[in-house]
């Protein structure tokens, strides 16, 4: 592994899982080194990222299912064989921990 800004030499990849500031920069290496119906992910902290990302991915006709979720923080209680959410209130303002983009190579 090396710099993904410059390229992978790995070539036939079913995945690329990405946590970088500028993904989109990633997306022509990602492209030429990933399978048909290889997967993409990039962890992304701000939606303005999940934006630039999603455009670059729509420029290449290949991404398809281009999927971006919100992973929000979310406490549970493990007490024995007890499992259960945690009965606190979090405050909305501190629940949000990231986005995830998720896209497929055609095949």
């Known amino acids: 592994m090396g710099d993904g800004y410059e390229g992978f030499d790995e070539v036939?990849?079913?995945?690329?899982i990405l946590d970088l500031p500028e993904p989109w920069k990633v997306v022509?290496?990602?492209?030429?080194?990933l399978i048909p119906g290889g997967?993409?992910?990039?962890f992304l902290p701000n939606i303005l990222q999940?934006?630039?990302?999603?455009?670059?991915?729509k420029s290449h006709d290949s991404f398809d299912m281009i999927e971006t979720v919100e992973v929000l923080?979310?406490?549970w209680s493990l007490e024995g064989r007890i499992v259960r959410p945690a009965q606190?209130?979090?405050l909305l303002e501190n629940v949000h921990l990231t986005y995830l983009?998720?896209?497929i190579i055609s095949l």
């Open 12 to 16: 036939y990849l079913d995945r690329v």
């Open 39 to 42: 997967r993409f992910l990039s």
């Open 88 to 90: 606190r209130m979090v």
């Open 28 to 33: 022509s290496h990602a492209f030429k080194s």
């Open 101 to 103: 983009q998720n896209t």
């Open 73 to 75: 923080l979310r406490p």
């Open 50 to 57: 999940v934006h630039d990302l999603t455009v670059e991915l």
